[in-house]
């Protein structure tokens, strides 16, 4: 959900606003950012971009984002080429304006950086580096044919939103682009590629892509793969039209002169620094909630939600509901992926912020709107009267290709706010729940969750994601900053030398020492949601009727 801006001189970092460092703190922190000791990480999120600048100890010193938005354009969910390079620009030059103003310098250098993105999509370009057609985000969900077919002949789950699912749909629709492929790439790649000229990506973003082997991509799938494309009249090589794949701790390349001129508008940002291996948007989180160790779990939940399980033995069976993908390290995960989560519940505070506008000229920041609005879920009965669809696109574990949001109540009982609020929270992590349903019949189980994601600023959001999930749920204060902090987190890795393992080196820089709000929903909550599922999934053919009446 969205968080409103802090006022000059405070930061909303690790989760919570920091004021100003004292003054020998400031003389510290400016020397080592002038001596380009500071780590930065940016991520591209659905609707937001972030950097993150971290010291030796991995606490965040600055930070500066800039807000964007995909748009549906020629019948997919899209960003253009100039919308990512426009935004990244903008999220650095809030970040050195950040810098400027606490420390008095001006960063030229870093010791290390790092991008990551949202996972998946479709980005295919020709021999010259041109894109073939608009960025395909993973909130597409255009490639359910491809997505079976392809799941068959390789004898698992192969998402609508994996690169791959995306490729052979185009072909299987006689796109006429397909014949020039040269290349295609994931947006944290595309991005380090543009910065480094190196095309490489994590080990983590890679698992988007295609299954993978180890730290290849899988060469008996590869080859079934090729031969189902050839017959569709594409001849490529999955190893040589996808990124070489890294692992957390290499080195991927530094930064270009014509990247330094790309990333930063002022010209004061200096070439040569050096590059970890971009990573996806479900790496980073893993990375910032400590869950990369076997029977560790995290959810993410912003714009999309999604669990990730990290695994320590294969499933039992085929999924469609549960992708297996892997950790920034290599590890096999469980990944449960929502499209939907905050955006219904932005959209309905949006219309209430509307309302109070017609009463009063006082400006309510989002923090108020939300505390307020989210509370009163608190005082709702138990009952599950109201049931809401938050599904602006579509979603592919309950198969729903098209969004059409929607609210069900009963007409013979009193509609309250409380009642109503509480079905958006509920909605938000509905889908997620069903997924973790199917998880939980492979005998795979946690003793907790780290959550992380703008649901999680509120107890609220806590309390639903423990009872749709049924578990306890930890939030850490590093999960406030997110995938960006998680990736500036990879990059001071990089340079670490690797002397130990990464969950380890997490563990001794921050994690070992800091406390985790913990969260359990009471047994009255867990029956309630219970209740809210078991009406929510006799409505879902319903919501497939009403997503044709949008075709």
Known sequence: MKSSETQRGEKRSAGKVICDPSSARKLELGSLIADGGATLGIELGSTRVKAVAVDKDLRVIASGSAQWENSFTDGYWSYSEEEIFSALRASYAALKRDIEYRYGVTPRTFACMG?????????????NDRLLVPFRTWRNVNAARASEILGRALGEHIPERWSIAHLYQAALDKESHVKDIASMNTLAGYVHYRLTGNRVLGVGDASGMFPLEGLAYAPAAAKATEAMLSAEGVNVKINEIFPEILTAGDIAGKLTEAGAALLDASGTLDAGIPFCPPEGDAGTGMVATASLRPLTGNVSAGTSAFAMIVLERKLNAYHREIDTVATPCGDPVAMIHCNNCCGDIDDWLSVFREAVALYTDKEISDDELYGKLLATADEAQNDADVISFNYLSGESITEVVRGAPAVFRRGDRPFALSSFVRSLLYSAVATLSI?????????????SIAAHGGFCKSKQGLRALSAALDAPICAYDTAGEGGAWGMAALAAYAVSGK????????????????????????????ENFAAYLELYKKLIPLEKEAQKIYE
């Open 499 to 526: 002397r130990t393992t990464l969950p380890d080196y997490l563990d001794e820089k921050v994690f070992a020492s800091l406390k985790a709000r913990r969260v359990r929903a009471d047994k009255a909550e867990a």
């Open 435 to 447: 997924g973790m349903e199917v998880l939980r019949s492979e005998n795979i189980s946690v003793d």
């Open 115 to 127: 991008i990551s993105a949202m996972m998946h999509g479709y980005l295919a370009f020709d021999k």
